[in-house]
């Protein structure tokens, strides 16, 4: 079974950077597509990117456009989302998502693979 494991959360001032990663492990296909959420407090469970296996498909949702960077390290199965320019409004609990095959997967209900989410907490 995929197992997503994110790491690199944490507390940053507006303005500054954090790079989050997302280790998978356990697929057996090599189409798949890797995608980053987030949740902040009473809010719906947002989809801000993704990345294709081969990495020549990325997405980015208007909120982060600009500021976010997707990217994989297919040798390491891990997936990064550079965060720059960080503001108050992107503090949220962040996961990733796997889903196999191709194309767009933009809603969280194409994603059937999720981590345990990590905390950014953006202080103005």
């Known amino acids: 079974e995929v197992q997503l494991v994110e790491s690199g959360g944490g507390l940053v001032q507006a303005g500054g950077s954090l790079r989050l990663s997302c280790a998978a492990s356990?697929?057996?296909?090599?189409?798949?597509?890797i995608g980053w959420f987030r949740q902040a407090p009473g809010k719906e469970r947002e989809g801000i990117s993704h990345?294709?296996?081969?990495?020549?498909?990325?997405y980015y949702a208007d909120s982060v456009k600009g500021r976010f960077t997707i990217s994989s390290d297919n040798a390491k199965n891990t997936v990064y989302l550079q965060m720059n320019s960080l503001k108050p409004e992107d503090t949220a609990v962040y996961y990733c998502?796997?889903?196999?095959?191709?194309?767009?997967?933009?809603?969280?209900?194409?994603?059937?693979?999720w981590g345990q989410g990590t905390q950014v907490t953006v202080s103005s």
């Open positions: 356990g697929f057996t296909f090599d189409n798949y597509v």
């Open positions: 990345i294709s296996s081969s990495g020549s498909r990325k």
């Open positions: 998502a796997f889903d196999y095959g191709l194309g767009s997967r933009v809603s969280e209900y194409d994603y059937d693979y």
